[in-house]
Structures are given as structure tokens and as C-alpha cells.
């Protein structure tokens, strides 16, 4: 029995669409080509721990629908408030301390959250699809289709998909583990001006919560472009980037890199959805700028959109 919808990506933008049109009580299956539901809410487990390699945070925003599900998130121990306050770190050393918006993170790592969104959906994981069509994922009648995806994957699957090319920048996640915390207490994380090769560092062990020894350091788009075909090649220079911008005296014990071909959109369509009979977007780049809220709402936005057609 074909479905109502036809969801192919299991990030979060994808798994706020399944949920809004299950919840409007038509039916829906999510396909992801990854071993678990999570896009670029992925936790990997390293060392025996989980790790957070896509967005290093989430803000709620002035979303009133995303404000209730963080809320409940809140509740159930799956979110939690992180910090209001990172540093700003400028390429010869000097330091700031910034507030603004309270950055929300996951305890059990970010992927719990589409894992939350994914609970009661009909989602095959491991499935790398080839080809879409309106209404039709691999040759098989889908109901809707929609790609819950960047926009240069999503033109891979479905040809002549009447949709601007939109522009991506990589970025490589380096995870770096010392054998004991080596860095300022209040680090939470902070912003890199001017640097070659690193932009954002994040204190992992803070940041869920744990205080495990563990910095996740995002390069710049520049580097993550060089070495974009060897990830690993940037581990070194940002290694010795983070420990000189930190004062760290000691090497990492560990390290592990992680590449992001479409981690963001340079600039957002403004709009919240594409969407066309039969074949539909969604993600953060339909919205009015790049975020993890911008993801579910695009999603939801879209599912409710299809849910009541």
C-alpha cells in the first residue's frame, strides 16, 4: 500500500515533516541512507562516548511551535539549557567574552533529538536511493516525495528539479580528547576571528554536561575546501591551532575527523519550503537564515502543508 508521503532524508528538517503529517493522522515513511536517523545532528561514538560532529547548539528562537517542542525536549531530560556566553578569540590571541541567546544542547549527544522526532515513525535506515520522480522514489509509487536534504544532493536524486542552485560551504568537525580537562573552565565555546584553518571551538564535555576532556573544533569553509578529499590532513594544524589559541600545554591523546561536503547554506531562500505536486524541499536553507530551528520549522511547515492537501 503506497503511502500519503514519502519523506527520503532522516535529519531533523525530515524527521519535523514525517511527525507533522503522522501526527494530522496521514501516513508516512521516512528513508535515510545512514544506519540511524540524525543528518547533521549526528553523534558519533568515540572512545566510548558520544560526540556531537554537526551543529554545535541550537537556539529556540521566537518560533511558538518549536518553543513547545524544546520545552517538552526540556522536560523529558532531552535538552537543556547550555549557555548564553562564548568567547571571541582573535587569530593573535586576544579574548572577549560575548553574551546573547541561550544555546541549547543534548545530554545523550544531538542526534537524541531526531531520534525523539523519529519515535513511532516508519523509518528505514541503511537505504541509499537513486533516483526520484513526483510521486515515485526508485521506480515505486511514494505519494508526495519530499527531500529532506541540501539542495546539490537533492538535484543528484531528482533531475531538473525546478529549484535555484544553492550554494554550500564544507566544514571538517575535529575531535580532540586530552587526558584530563587543560582549558579554561568557563570555555562553554568560542568563536575564531580571522584564523586560516578553525572557526568555532566547543567544549563537548560541557557541553553535555559530562566535563569528558573533549573539544570539537569546526574549521573554516577555506580549510575544509583544501582538504575536502583527506579530512584528516587538517587534524594537525588544528590541533596545534586550538592548543596555541588556548594555552594548552599538552597534545591530544586522540583525534578524529569528520567531513561535512553541505554542512551549510551560504545564504537562506527566505522562503520556508519548495514545494510542487508531487516532489517537495525542505531543510535549513528554506527559512529566513541557517539554524536548527530553521530545519524544523521547514519540515514541519512542509508536513503540515502536505498533511492537509
Same mark, same amino acid.
Given at each position: 500500500m503506497t503511502v500519503d508521503v514519502t519523506?527520503?532524508?532522516? @535529519? &531533523?528538517?525530515?524527521l519535523a515533516c514525517a511527525r507533522a503529517v503522522q501526527d494530522a493522522g496521514r501516513s508516512v515513511r521516512v528513508i535515510d541512507r545512514g544506519r540511524r536517523p540524525g543528518g547533521r545532528l549526528s553523534s558519533r561514538t568515540i572512545d566510548g562516548r558520544a560526540v556531537d560532529l554537526g551543529a554545535s547548539y541550537f537556539v529556540v528562537g521566537d518560533d511558538a511551535r518549536f518553543a513547545r517542542v524544546v520545552g517538552d525536549w526540556e522536560t523529558r531530560g532531552i $535538552?537543556?539549557?547550555?549557555?548564553?556566553?562564548?568567547?571571541? &578569540?582573535? %587569530?593573535?590571541?586576544?579574548?572577549?567574552?560575548?553574551t546573547g541567546p541561550v544555546r541549547w544542547a543534548a545530554p $545523550?549527544?544531538?542526534r537524541a533529538l531526531v531520534l525523539d522526532l523519529a519515535d513511532g515513525i516508519d523509518v528505514e535506515s541503511g537505504r541509499d536511493v537513486e533516483r526520484v520522480e513526483?510521486?515515485? %522514489?526508485?521506480?515505486?509509487?511514494?505519494?508526495?516525495?519530499?527531500l529532506a536534504m541540501p539542495e546539490p544532493q537533492a538535484r543528484r536524486l531528482a533531475a531538473g528539479i525546478p529549484v535555484a542552485p544553492q550554494e554550500w560551504e564544507p566544514v571538517i568537525a575535529v575531535v580532540l580528547r586530552w587526558d584530563e580537562r587543560r582549558w579554561p573552565v568557563d570555555l562553554h565555546g568560542a568563536f575564531v576571528n580571522g584564523h586560516p584553518d578553525v572557526a568555532f571551538i566547543a567544549d563537548d564535555g560541557d557541553r553535555r554536561g559530562d566535563r569528558a576532556p573533549v573539544l570539537v573544533v569546526h574549521t573554516t569553509g577555506e580549510a575544509a575546501q583544501?582538504?575536502?578529499d583527506d579530512p584528516d590532513a587538517v587534524i594537525a594544524p588544528v590541533a596545534a591551532a586550538t592548543?596555541?589559541?588556548l594555552g594548552i600545554d599538552a597534545e591530544p591523546v586522540a583525534a578524529h575527523a569528520h567531513r561535512w561536503t553541505f554542512a551549510r547554506p551560504a545564504r537562506a531562500?527566505?522562503?520556508?519550503?519548495?514545494?510542487?505536486?508531487?516532489?517537495?524541499?525542505? @531543510?535549513? $536553507?528554506?527559512?529566513?537564515s541557517a539554524a536548527v530551528r530553521t530545519a524544523w520549522a521547514s519540515g514541519d511547515a512542509l508536513g503540515r502543508a502536505l498533511a492537509a492537501s
Open positions: 519523506v527520503v532524508g532522516g @535529519g &531533523i528538517s525530515g $535538552a537543556r539549557p547550555w549557555t548564553d556566553t562564548f568567547s571571541a &578569540i582573535d %587569530v593573535d590571541g586576544g579574548q572577549a567574552r560575548k $545523550a549527544g544531538s513526483a510521486c515515485r %522514489v526508485d521506480g515505486e509509487d511514494a505519494g508526495e516525495v519530499v583544501r582538504s575536502i592548543r596555541r589559541l531562500t527566505g522562503e520556508p519550503f519548495f514545494r510542487s505536486p508531487g516532489l517537495s524541499l525542505c @531543510g535549513d $536553507a528554506w527559512g529566513d
